[in-house]
């Protein structure tokens, strides 16, 4: 049947890494190199939230677990399409804490069940002009993506493929351009 499929366009759907995310330190160093951006000590998860007890227990549980971990409490947001964020902040030069930090929120989504419900988690960096730029990973495509917001809901474009350029070959990167979403608004940025 994998030639019926391939005919008709049908590709298996790619399965999440989560631990891609761990090359975010090491990737980190080559961004602030080619680019000049550091590590902005936040980080967040973004998923749907299921409806029930099972969940909303689960989501206790995790920001509990980051916080008996020694990590500052975890912000729980909404934004305006309905999708919920954890938002795990850690000292700048802490960036592996914080990509351990939000592994962990993923890996227990995933084993509860709730993997579906993942979006996409980012790191937020910033320039020397206090500037917030993201790398994004997408969880149901298992790649990375640069988000380099400016005012007004537009983007840096430029900045965003230099920021491409830098991490190559560092991080499984997004190749569609169309699935770069716009992340407005989102915590940490």
């Known amino acids: 049947m994998k030639w019926w499929?391939?005919?008709?366009?049908?590709?298996?759907?790619?399965?999440?890494?989560?631990?891609?995310?761990?090359?975010?330190?090491?990737?980190?160093?080559?961004?602030?190199?080619?680019?000049?951006?550091?590590?902005?000590?936040?980080?967040?998860?973004?998923?749907?939230?299921?409806?029930?007890?099972?969940?909303?227990?689960?989501?206790?549980?995790?920001?509990q677990l980051l916080a008996a971990g020694g990590g500052p409490p975890v912000e729980e947001s909404k934004d305006t399409y309905g999708y919920s964020w954890l938002l795990?902040?850690?000292?700048?030069?802490?960036?592996?804490e914080l990509v351990t930090d939000l592994?962990?929120?993923?890996?227990?989504?995933?084993?509860?069940?709730?993997?579906?419900?993942?979006?996409?988690?980012?790191?937020?960096?910033?320039?020397?002009?206090?500037r917030n730029v993201a790398l994004v990973y997408l969880y149901k495509r298992g790649t990375f993506y640069p988000f380099a917001p400016l005012s007004g809901q537009h983007r840096d474009n430029a900045l965003e493929l230099q920021m491409r350029g830098a991490v190559e070959g560092e991080l499984p990167l997004e190749p569609d351009l169309g699935r770069w979403f716009p992340l407005w608004g989102a915590p940490g940025l």
């Open 103 to 130: 592994h962990a929120v993923n890996s227990s989504l995933e084993a509860a069940g709730f993997g579906p419900s993942l979006l996409c988690s980012l790191v937020s960096f910033t320039d020397s002009s206090a």
């Open 5 to 63: 499929d391939a005919l008709l366009g049908r590709t298996d759907p790619v399965q999440p890494d989560l631990d891609a995310l761990f090359a975010l330190p090491s990737a980190a160093v080559t961004l602030q190199a080619a680019t000049g951006l550091v590590p902005a000590g936040t980080g967040a998860v973004c998923f749907r939230a299921a409806e029930g007890g099972a969940f909303a227990e689960l989501e206790r549980d995790v920001t």
């Open 88 to 96: 795990v902040r850690r000292p700048p030069d802490q960036l592996s």
